[in-house]
Nanobody, 114 residues
Framework: QVQLVESGGGLVQAGGSLRLSCAAS????????MGWYRQAPGKQRELVAR???????KYVDSVKGRFTISRDNAKSTVYLQMNSLKPEDTAVYYC????????WGQGTQVTVSS
């Protein structure tokens, strides 16, 4: 089992920045890919960014050039640096980990005001 604790969400004006963190505990030896999803009201949950155990990254087109995903394997933590935030980035952001199964964080609200 893997437990995930997210932090870093909040309210920010358009153009601002936030940094999300997700710390994993438990069976961390089995962690492979780590990532972030988001779900806006009335919309489906979508992949925002993912990073493999080897450091390869993938982003949804709408955040390319603005968001950066990274991980610290020593701390079993994945980060999402979000710059140039837009109102359409408003959503609940969920940490996601593949570790002999799929695990989700509790979600953290990101609200971008115009």
């Amino acid at each position: 089992q893997v437990q995930l604790v997210e932090s870093g969400g909040g309210l920010v004006q358009a153009g601002g920045s936030l940094r999300l963190s997700c710390a994993a505990s438990g069976s961390i030896f089995s962690i492979n890919a780590m990532g972030w999803y988001r779900q806006a009201p009335g919309k489906q949950r979508e992949l925002v960014a993912r990073i493999s155990s080897g450091g390869s990254t993938k982003y949804v087109d709408s955040v390319k050039g603005r968001f950066t995903i990274s991980r610290d394997n020593a701390k079993s933590t994945v980060y999402l640096q979000m710059n140039s935030l837009k109102p359409e980035d408003t959503a609940v952001y969920y940490c996601n980990v593949f570790a002999l199964g799929v695990y989700w964080g509790q979600g953290t609200q990101v609200t971008v005001s115009s």
